[in-house]
């Protein structure tokens, strides 16, 4: 990895070696040693603003709401963009390998696969001992569903999809994003994000204040969905007991019954090779929620099915970074 400095930049150049060679290294990181508490976290400083925005921008009528709803993605994404390329070229103005190594953190922040791993086992472990009550109250600190009375199919199911969506939000985008700008970009996709979970719900609290932060982030993960799910088809030829075998054309034509425009790719692709069936009907604060069902079922979901998905979450954007060196390494020889 090299480090170019021109006067009080440090240059990384989208989908180059140099930058390519820090997002490994970032994802290794976050492999490593997770989300320490005792490290300040960009991301959680994002919602306190977010929150204190929607607190103080989110009343009036629904126009008004949707007006605020826009300045406030527009502050909290371009803000976000901004002070982190302030401060790494502040840095680089006094050492391009501080500048470098700010970097490098900043981008670790923005992957969560040993979160989402930890969270997803923490799940799966108290289910295949038979506690069921200790696995419900694990699963709701990781999906919006009611989990009281859920048996351990749809205990399993809920951990398997939050896995499978998560693989993208929380790791293959900001992958994407890092390399198409490196720390600054993956972390207004983080802003991205986070707006959509905070605001971004259809409620009528939300349904206009949090509109602009929806869509946004749909665009924002049309393509990383996608190649995500592609990405684990493809992890399959070395990840033994997955059915491959006509998993994309089902993929294809299921995911689009989810209502999501991107969420339905991985659920659909990780039904699909796991050979269960995902989908059904949810409980939201007592509401019924009916979501169009995913895969062809061949075995029912159990505990064990947790495990195998985050072996696919992982092999997943495993792949996708390698796909994105190919990307790095082909415009290289273009050039």
């Known amino acids: 990895m090299t480090l170019e400095r021109e006067g009080t930049m440090t240059l990384f150049e989208p989908f180059s070696p140099a930058l390519l060679g820090l997002v490994a290294v970032a994802a290794l990181l976050d492999l490593l040693m997770g989300d320490p508490r005792w490290l300040p ?3 959680v400083g994002i919602g306190r603003v977010i929150a204190w925005l929607e607190r103080t921008w989110n009343h009036g009528s629904p126009r008004a709401r949707r007006r605020r709803g826009v300045w406030l993605v527009l502050l909290v994404v371009i803000g976000t963009w901004g002070l982190a390329w302030g401060l790494l070229h502040v840095l680089a103005s006094v050492n391009p390998w501080l500048a470098g190594g700010v970097e490098l953190y900043l981008l670790a922040t923005t992957l969560a696969a040993r979160g989402l791993d930890e969270a997803a086992r923490a799940v799966a472990r108290p289910l295949m001992r038979g506690e069921s009550c200790q696995a419900r109250q694990a699963l709701g600190m990781i999906v919006g569903r009611d989990t009281a009375s859920l048996g ?3 205990i399993a199911r809920g951990a398997v999809e939050s896995v499978a969506e998560n693989t993208v939000d929380g790791i293959t985008a900001p992958l994407f994003f890092a390399l198409l700008g490196g720390a600054p970009l ?5 802003a991205v994000n ?3 979970s905070m605001v971004g719900h259809r409620s009528p609290r939300y349904q206009d204040f949090g509109r602009a932060a929806a869509r946004l982030d749909d665009m924002a ?11 684990m088809w493809v992890a399959t030829w070395w990840l033994p007991g997955y059915r491959r075998r006509g998993a994309l054309s089902a993929t294809w034509h299921e995911a689009p019954r989810h209502p999501s425009p991107n969420g339905g790719w991985p659920e659909a692709m990780a039904a699909n090779l796991l050979g269960v069936r995902l989908g059904g009907i949810n409980h939201y604060a007592g509401r019924v929620s009916h979501r169009a069902t995913l895969g062809t079922p061949r075995e029912g979901l159990n505990a064990g099915h947790i495990g195998r998905a985050l072996h696919l979450m992982h092999g997943g954007w495993a792949m996708f970074l390698v796909m994105m060196a190919a990307l790095v390494m082909a415009r290289g020889l273009l050039a």
């Open 152 to 154: 351990e199919p749809e």
């Open 194 to 196: 986070t707006l959509d």
């Open 41 to 43: 976290h960009p991301v």
């Open 221 to 231: 993960n049309w393509i990383p969905a996608r190649l995500t799910a592609l990405a």
């Open 186 to 190: 993956a972390l207004a996709y983080k």
